[in-house]
């Protein structure tokens, strides 16, 4: 990242624009820096700038406590603020939720796009699951085992147990464990896991909302809903794609809707 720019409460944020053209800033999700949406960026070049950053508490940028997601929401305003006052947010999986929470504060965006927001209310029994891994999420990261984080949020995502004990001998396991403390703020970010249908009513901008084809029903069903309690909503599905969905594929169609 080589440019920085000041929240409002003082929090200095990493940010790097790759190409030219309408601007949209990218939100990334769980255990993810600006980095993780660089290949993104780069598939965006050509027609946009693309805005990567560091979420507060990761990479290069600072961290002010306590966390709220009204501090995340001045976070954005900042970044557009820095880039010239006018651009398009684009946020994945949790990064999404933030996104569509800071269109419906009002800060100054053109258009917002979300790929699969998880909204575990359209999940059988994703309401409890929600509320256990909150509890244990809180728990490991007061005592400071980060690394135990880390797997929780793992599990949430399906990851097998195998799978899990071969990430934790792997050499990205350290920088994993760097950014756990951020998984509290995702998981405060997506509140209950309910869809939050007032806030999403409040968003006066068009919003794409896009899934993969090859995603869980659940996943496919609570991002249609989003679609359908934004007023400007427009609900798209990538056919063969899943929550680790390709910047080749999703590249075009998220260029598409920012150039509008």
Known sequence: MDK???SRDGTSLAYQVIGQGPTVILVSGAMSTGGTMAPLAHRLADRCAAVVYDRRGRGGSGDTAPYAVAREVEDLAALIDAVGGDAVLFGVSSGGALVLEAAASGLPVRRA???EAPYADFLAGGAEREAAYKENLRTALAEGRRGDAVELFLRLTGLGEEMIRGARQSPMWAGMEAVAPSLAYDDTVMGDGLLPRERLAAVSVPVLVVAGGASPEWMRAANRAVADAAPQG?????????????PDVLGPVLAEFVIG
């Open 113 to 115: 796009a979300v790929y």
């Open 4 to 6: 920085k720019t000041t």
């Open 234 to 246: 427009e609900y798209r599905v990538l056919e063969g794609q899943t929550h680790m969905v390709e």
